[in-house]
């Protein structure tokens, strides 16, 4: 099967989940025998054209200057030199048999393809405008978002959520029946430990900690629905049991200098580091590090950094939400605490630290989760699935008519 994946994100451009979910995705599902061409915008660098070790076929497209658009014509824009490649790529390597968007960053030319070559369409929605917004939707550019959202979603053959809990979201905020969607989630690598020896280790970790300080760790975008104000709020508490406790947080994003401001209100600056961005490899070795990795998110569609922490071995604390309560299972393989509760998730961490026997075993727990249950190659099959479902079912339908 030759399938088009439409797709905002694609290394070197990763900004969030959706940008990881598709490039662990594409070389499994080039091993399960499914021929893959990309198509996404040239962002960061990258050849303009490429074919993988693992056999990805790779285009990517320069999109047109910002600065003449706002944020949902810049996109609209560029999908519409995403679908010109497309279409250039048919001519010249012939047609595809199914059309996967991801998200609406990528809805324009998905649908417009569909109705132009006539082929099915699948759409994988990772998050929702309306989800990030706590449900409600007023104007501009969120109102805008969610149309298309929902317009990518009446358009699809049929669409992939990652969670339970966003399919019900798609049904909810769109309307999409619940037979039109199928729940595949992402998975995660179980690597081997980057440390060599414990001395390695130890003198990885004593650039974030002494060895007699606690080390906590946050990994991942710094927006408002991460919940890292919460997290912030709860280092008080946490501090009068371990006074000696450190806060790592890496990543980037707009919420940076509000989180900074916070951080020195409370009084907890010279505990809190605030990484910046960090590689795979070092988050990797913060993970085999930490004594918790926490994810305090007020939204959350699946939270694969939980699952990444998890796959390192590290006691992971999450707020019940969204995905991460299908991910984290409480007292069996990590801690979830009540969301938007500083108190509730100071008593997961503060819980975790007390007692790293009864967190041991959560960790064993994880670790055969995470390589049972949300592998790659799983992970793969189940899309495989998707599109030999939707292929099957639009050719019987076709000749029906």
């Not at 569909?114 to 929702?128: G, M, Q």
């Not at 760790?217 to 508490?237: A, I, M, N, Q, T």
Request: glycine share 8%.
């Amino acid at each position: 099967m030759r399938v088009l994946t439409l797709s905002w994100e694609y290394p070197p451009h990763v900004v969030g989940g959706m940008g990881k979910h598709i490039m662990d995705l594409a070389p499994a599902l080039a091993q399960q025998g499914i021929e893959m061409h990309i198509v996404t915008p040239l962002m960061r660098g990258g050849a303009k054209r490429e074919t993988t070790a693992d056999g990805i076929h790779i285009y990517r497209v320069e999109p047109p200057h910002m600065d003449a658009y706002g944020f949902v014509s810049y996109v609209q824009h560029t999908n519409g030199l995403m679908e010109y490649a497309a279409r250039s790529l048919r001519e010249e390597i012939g047609p595809f048999d199914l059309i996967h968007s991801h998200d609406w960053l990528a809805a324009h030319s998905g649908v417009s393809l569909k109705h132009a070559w006539r082929r099915p369409l699948v759409a994988t929605i990772h998050a929702t405008e309306r989800g990030r917004q706590g449900g409600y939707i007023g104007s501009g550019h969120a109102e805008q978002v969610n149309h298309i959202e929902w317009w990518l979603t009446y358009e699809a053959w049929r669409a992939i959520a990652c969670s339970h809990f966003m399919a019900r979201q798609v049904n909810s905020y769109f309307g999409t029946p619940y037979d039109k969607i199928d729940v595949v989630a992402n998975g995660v690598y179980v690597h081997p430990n980057p440390f060599a020896s414990a001395e390695e280790r130890l003198a990885f970790r004593r650039r974030y900690a002494q060895d007699d300080e606690p080390l906590v760790f946050y990994v991942g975008r710094l927006v408002y629905e991460k919940g890292l104000h919460v997290l912030l709020d709860s280092w008080p508490r946490v501090r009068e049991s371990f006074p000696r406790a450190r806060l790592v947080i890496a990543g980037t994003g707009a919420y940076l200098d509000t989180l900074k401001h916070r951080a020195w209100a409370l009084g907890i600056v010279s505990s809190v580091n605030f990484a910046g961005f960090i590689s795979d490899d070092e988050r990797d070795k913060l993970y085999h590090c930490a004594d918790v990795a926490a994810f305090p998110s007020l939204y959350e569609p699946f939270g694969i950094v939980a699952l990444e922490a998890m796959a390192a071995c590290c006691p992971v604390v999450v707020a019940e939400t969204g995905g991460l309560a299908e991910v984290v299972k409480l007292h069996e393989t990590g801690l979830t605490v009540h969301p938007n509760d500083p108190a509730s998730l100071a008593w997961g961490i503060l819980h975790t630290l007390r007692h790293p026997e009864w967190s041991r075993t959560r960790v064993a727990n994880a670790l055969a989760v995470a390589r049972d249950m949300f592998n790659w190659r799983q992970i793969a099959l189940e899309t495989a699935a998707v599109y030999q479902r939707t292929y099957g079912d639009w050719l019987r339908d076709s000749w029906g008519k």
